[in-house]
């Protein structure tokens, strides 16, 4: 059970804005001091009117309008530096947040929803940073303008004071209870925004499987129940804050009242004047709107509470790959690789690999064969530590890779993946992704070892050329030959490749083999073999059944052998 807000946590971040918090409350305590002298005023220019003293009247008009002058310039101060300092401190936790992310293992992300961390870095640090601009500019300047009023209150009649707080006691129990209540309920509703959002990613990134399958009703059906859900959670926040004010409102209104009967007591003992009364009345008045604001307040601060939790519950989590202090930086390598006593499992109860030792010269071209969940592609993912393993040593150039940084170690490793990822920016950006600066002519050159550069060049705008979210308006081959050019142009020593020809059409898949067999001249490479047409050429295939070795060959070799390699083999090309 939580026993502390986490408000707390967003204290650092306050810290560096102190000084625009200090000015925007400095300018909050001259607007909050003209609040009684208004109170003053507007007894005085009762007197006057009753006396029909215009001159008197004229007086106060006159101050009345150098007090609003000077108020009216502290509320820009005080209003416009706290929307400064708010936006900047939701800026610097959206930055944190999305660096951390950046830091977390690829396990993390396998089973997070995309649609909830787009949403906690939106809509839940955009509410942290309207409850952070509420507190500095409507709660402290409300519960300033309370006591501030409430002593010009209490100099004017203590009695009377006195009996209008009888009722406060009970207000700020009910607003208490009604605060946990928002909590609770917004909490439920955050939740079910993000189950929603999640299921809107994931619908928009498989569009095209939902109509190819017909299932536009089945998606509307589990949308309209989301979006149900998410109704009947936010009715629940909106119905108590319904109740919240009714409640309070009434509680006011027999303030008020009870004020009313008391003052014309004070009045007929002789302890009030008519005109300190109208004052008093003022007062009170102005004491409705900070009430009222505090109280919305309360209730809106209880619902961002749910957005902060959920923020810091993100910056809690721990990445499991890190590393180490006073890591080196991995020298320029010449690609021997060694997997020593590797064992590695998701979850302690299913190993994946089991005591896997492998040695890999520089320059070998080795072929990973095996059934689905066989242990391949956990092979190659430990070796830019998207993983580490539970135990053992991965090597390169007899360089424990745990001992290098892991910028260093991921530079000299390339990857061209099964499903081509490109992001929304030109083809050049996508071809010298991850890299801040780039020589165009560098790029082009990689396109060409790619097989790219001829497709590129009949676009109108060339490598200026926009690709569209996941590179939609691309071929599957274009998008190979631009992720093959991007590994061109990164150089990497060791090479990573997941079948990155197995859903091309013939034509594209000889244009992207020619290029593939540039980008692996001189380098270690790991094939992540699905079609086995594709790993005759391997210095030598490695058949992996359980997480373990279980044959090593060539490919004639395996063949001769006539066990598992030459199964899958024989199984493949009889149908």
Not at 3 to 17: A, D, M, N
Not at 40 to 69: C, N
Not at 79 to 104: C, F, G, N, P, W
Not at 284 to 307: C, H, R, W
Request: hydrophobic content about 45%; glycine content about 8%; overall charge neutral.
């Amino acid at each position: 059970m939580k026993t502390r807000s986490t408000y707390w946590q967003i204290l650092p971040y306050l810290r560096p804005q102190k000084q625009t918090i200090g000015k925007a409350l400095a300018c909050t305590v001259v607007f909050t001091i003209f609040w009684p002298i208004i109170a003053w005023l507007v007894g005085e220019t009762a007197k006057f009117i009753g006396k029909g003293d215009l001159q008197g009247f004229a007086q106060i008009a006159a101050l009345s309008a150098i007090i609003f002058l000077i108020r009216g310039t502290a509320q820009y101060g005080q209003d416009t530096l706290m929307a400064k300092a708010a936006l900047t401190i939701a800026l610097e936790i959206r930055k944190k947040v999305y660096s951390h992310l950046q830091k977390l293992n690829l396990g993390y992300f396998e089973t997070a929803k995309t649609g909830d961390l787009s949403y906690r870095l939106t809509e839940d640090i955009d509410r942290i940073g309207e409850v952070v601009n509420k507190f500095f500019h409507q709660f402290i300047p409300c519960v300033l303008q309370l006591i501030a009023v409430l002593g010009y209150m209490i100099y004017l009649n203590w009695q009377l004071t006195l009996g209008a707080l009888i009722i406060a006691p009970l207000m700020a129990i009910l607003i208490g209870w009604f605060g946990e209540k928002l909590l609770s309920y917004s909490r439920q509703s955050q939740n079910r925004i993000s189950d929603l959002s999640a299921l809107l990613t994931e619908v928009f990134s498989g569009i095209r499987l939902i109509k190819a399958f017909v299932a536009e009703d089945y998606e509307i059906a589990r949308f309209a129940e989301e979006a149900e859900q998410n109704r009947r959670a936010k009715y629940l926040s909106e119905r108590i804050k319904a109740l919240q004010f009714v409640v309070v409102g009434f509680l006011e209104a027999m303030s008020v009242i009870l004020l009313f009967f008391l003052g014309g007591w004070q009045i007929s003992q002789g302890n009030l004047t008519g005109t300190q009364f109208i004052s008093y009345i003022a007062g009170v008045a102005l004491l409705i709107d900070p009430i009222a604001i505090t109280t919305a307040n309360y209730g809106d601060f209880k619902q961002g509470e749910a957005s902060s939790d959920r923020i810091f519950e993100l910056l809690a989590i721990e990445p499991t790959v890190v590393e180490k202090q006073g890591a080196i930086e991995l020298p320029h390598v010449t690609g021997k690789v060694e997997y020593r006593n590797i064992n590695f499992a998701y979850n302690s109860e299913t190993p994946i690999l089991q005591n896997m030792s492998l040695l890999v010269l520089p320059g070998e071209m080795i072929a990973l064969v095996g059934a689905s969940g066989a242990g391949k592609t956990t092979l190659v993912n430990l070796l830019p530590r998207f993983y580490d393993p539970q135990a053992g040593q991965i090597l390169i150039d007899g360089i424990d890779i745990q001992d290098v940084t892991l910028n260093t170690l991921r530079r000299q490793i390339g990857i061209v993946p099964q499903e081509t990822i490109l992001f929304s920016g030109t083809i050049a950006q996508n071809i010298a992704f991850g890299q801040s600066y780039y020589e165009l002519k560098d790029v082009q050159k990689a396109a060409e070892i790619a097989n790219a550069h001829q497709f590129i060049s009949q676009f109108p705008d060339g490598y200026q050329t926009w690709v569209g979210e996941r590179g939609v308006n691309l071929s599957g081959g274009q998008k190979q030959r631009i992720a093959i050019a991007r590994a061109v142009l990164l150089d990497p020593r060791i090479l990573i490749l997941d079948e990155a020809t197995s859903a091309l059409d013939s034509e594209s898949e000889g244009l992207v083999q020619e290029a593939l067999e540039r980008l692996m001249r001189d380098r270690t490479v790991f094939i992540i073999a699905h079609r086995l047409a594709t790993v005759r050429r391997a210095d030598r295939i490695l058949v992996l059944e359980k997480g373990r070795i279980v044959e090593s060959g060539t490919h004639e070799e395996l063949l001769e052998k006539g066990e598992r390699y030459a199964g899958y083999y024989a199984q493949q090309f009889s149908q």
